[in-house]
C-alpha cells in the first residue's frame, strides 16, 4: 500500500507560480509513476502530468506544457508540481496518483483507470 498526501495548494494571482508537493509513505516511491490530475467544479478529472520511474520521461497535457514541470526527489519519496504562468482555468482541485509500473505513451499516463492509488487534492485557486 502507498499513502499519498498532497500539499502546497493556495490563492494565487493570474502569472503567479505555486509548487504542488505529493509526499508518499509505505513504499519505497522510486519504482512508482506519479501523475497529477485535476478537477474542477462541474468538469471531468483531467490529466496535467505524469513522471515515468522507468524511462524518465515525463508527460504532459497541452493546456500545460511550457508552464508546469514535475519532477520527483526520490530520497524524501516527494514528487513536485511546478505551475508557473497560472491562469484563472487552472482553478481546481489536484490529486495525484501513484502506480507500480512504468508508462508506455501518452494515452497510457492520461488515463485515471491506470492508478491504483490516489491523494484525497489540494485546492488551487486562481484569480484574475
Known amino acids: 500500500q502507498v499513502q499519498l498526501v498532497e500539499s502546497g495548494g493556495g490563492l494565487v494571482q493570474a502569472g503567479g507560480s505555486l509548487r504542488l508537493s505529493c509526499a508518499a509513505s509505505?513504499?519505497?516511491?522510486?519504482?512508482?509513476?506519479v501523475g497529477w490530475f485535476r478537477q474542477a467544479p462541474g468538469k471531468e478529472r483531467e490529466f496535467v502530468a505524469a513522471?515515468?520511474?522507468?524511462?524518465?520521461?515525463?508527460y504532459y497535457a497541452d493546456s500545460v506544457k511550457g508552464r508546469f514541470t514535475i519532477s520527483r526527489e526520490n530520497a524524501k519519496n516527494t514528487v513536485y508540481l511546478q505551475m508557473n504562468s497560472l491562469e484563472p482555468e487552472d482553478t481546481a482541485v489536484y490529486s495525484c496518483?501513484?502506480?507500480?509500473?512504468?508508462?508506455?505513451?501518452?494515452?497510457?499516463?492520461?488515463?485515471?483507470?491506470?492508478?491504483?492509488?490516489w491523494g484525497q487534492g489540494t485546492q488551487v485557486t486562481v484569480s484574475s
Open positions: 496518483c501513484a502506480r507500480p509500473k512504468g508508462l508506455t505513451d501518452y494515452g497510457t499516463a492520461a488515463r485515471p483507470g491506470n492508478y491504483d492509488y
Open positions: 509505505g513504499r519505497t516511491f522510486n519504482r512508482y509513476t
Open positions: 513522471i515515468s520511474w522507468s524511462d524518465g520521461r515525463n
